[in-house]
């Protein structure tokens, strides 16, 4: 079992508006970064899809993950078990429900913790995930994010 730690950030320039996610994934000696842009979203939405897209994106299974986000949205939301509950209810009002969706079919596949940090407060990996994401956000060939899009 691989322990691996990831940094992810979302942004969006307006919101809804153009955004980005950034990801930083680190085991042992190895780091990767990631990062892509869409056309109109939210920062919420960056913010979750870019734990999803990092999960996503870890080989098989039963990895120790440690996931370090400033979002406060996606890091309550799943240590508060609030996620769950929502689940049992449908989704009932509740937005992104697609991607909360797609968070929950790859969660159990390895033992995933989440730590919140205080964006834009001089942390290394945070701050480089916020340039990957704003980075994303103001490229160009921008992808669609049709989950927001399909219902705004």
Not at 23 to 38: N, P, T, Y
Not at 129 to 139: F, N, S, T, Y
Request: charged share 25%; proline share 3%.
């Amino acid at each position: 079992m691989a322990r691996i730690t990831v940094y992810t950030d979302g942004s969006s320039r307006g919101n809804p508006g153009p955004g980005g996610y950034g990801i930083v994934l680190m085991s042992g000696a190895h780091q990767k970064e990631f990062s892509e842009g869409f056309r109109k979203t939210t920062n919420n939405r960056m913010e979750l899809l870019s734990v999803i897209k990092a999960l996503e994106m870890l080989k098989g299974g039963g990895h120790e993950v440690t996931i370090f986000s400033d979002s406060k949205y996606v890091v309550d939301a799943v240590e508060k078990k609030w996620v769950f509950g929502w689940q049992k209810k449908g989704f009932k009002d509740k937005k992104n429900p697609d991607l909360w969706q797609r968070f929950l079919r790859i969660y159990p596949k390895n033992k995933v913790s989440f730590r919140w940090v205080k964006g834009h407060d001089g942390n290394h990996y945070n701050e480089r995930c916020d340039e990957l994401a704003v980075q994303a956000a103001m490229g160009t060939g921008l992808l669609i994010d049709e989950g927001y899009e399909a219902v705004n």
